[in-house]
């Protein structure tokens, strides 16, 4: 069964610092991976998503990266903002409608 | 754009008491899903539906029925509440495909059984 970890739960960074968040996933046999937002009280935003084939996916300051061998992905922040400030989730997909894994998250609060 | 619509946004039952969640999607997907958000568990697949006229079990079906109305529309219907479905519930939708290739989340709708 897939196993899916985020950490650290919870992280506190000073505004304009780059950032990582982890991701770490036990069956490196995924179709895809997906990084979301979510701010609190409301749904997930999708982020970026990867594809097993792909090593990285980027948009606008954020990176993604994959690496299946190692069961990691990482989603990289530059120059992080109070904006940036909520809980980033990734999900791991292992193929078939019901197979995705999300994690349960990192909760990233950007202080000005 | 819309994307995938929930309602209520809220709710709060008693025990034994039944209601059923609303979803709908404009963005032409086959398929939908419904999702519950827990403190410390993720996201957990309540049941899915693959495509128009589908639909079937996730990882906790117990205790909710759905209905796949048409290829807009899924609902999640709880017959007898209870206070271990105190929770926030999530629809997501994603284009035709084996699973997620893109999800699209609602925002969520937030139930207490007391």
């Known amino acids: 069964k897939q196993e899916v970890t985020q950490i650290p739960a919870a992280l506190s960074v000073p505004e304009g610092e780059n950032l990582v968040l982890n991701c770490s996933f036990t069956?490196?046999?995924?179709?895809?991976l997906q990084w979301f937002r979510q701010d609190p009280g409301k749904g997930l935003t999708s982020l970026l998503l990867?594809?097993?084939?792909?090593r990285e996916q980027t948009s606008g300051r954020l990176n993604a990266s994959l690496d299946k061998s190692s069961g990691r992905s990482t989603l990289y922040i530059a120059a992080s903002q109070p904006g940036d400030s909520a809980t980033y989730l990734c999900a791991a997909h292992s193929g078939g409608y019901q197979k995705v894994t999300f994690g349960t998250g990192t909760k990233l609060q950007v202080i000005p | 754009n819309a994307g995938v619509t929930q309602t209520p946004k809220f709710q709060v039952l008693k025990t034994g008491q039944s209601m059923t969640l609303q979803c709908a999607q404009d963005?032409?997907?086959?398929?939908m899903y419904w999702y519950r958000q827990d403190p410390g568990m993720g996201l957990r697949l309540i049941y899915y539906?693959?495509?128009?006229?589908?639909?079937d079990k996730g990882e906790v079906p117990n205790g909710y029925n759905v209905s796949r109305l048409n290829k807009r529309e899924f609902s999640l219907r709880l017959e007898s509440a209870a206070p271990s479905q105190t929770s926030v519930y999530f629809c997501?939708?994603?284009?035709?495909?084996?699973?997620?290739?893109?999800?699209?989340f609602g925002s969520g709708t937030r139930l207490t059984v007391v």
């Open positions: 069956d490196s046999a995924i179709y895809n």
């Open positions: 539906s693959a495509s128009e006229g589908t639909t």
């Open positions: 990867i594809q097993s084939s792909q």
């Open positions: 997501a939708s994603s284009p035709p495909g084996q699973g997620s290739l893109g999800y699209t």
């Open positions: 963005m032409n997907h086959n398929s």
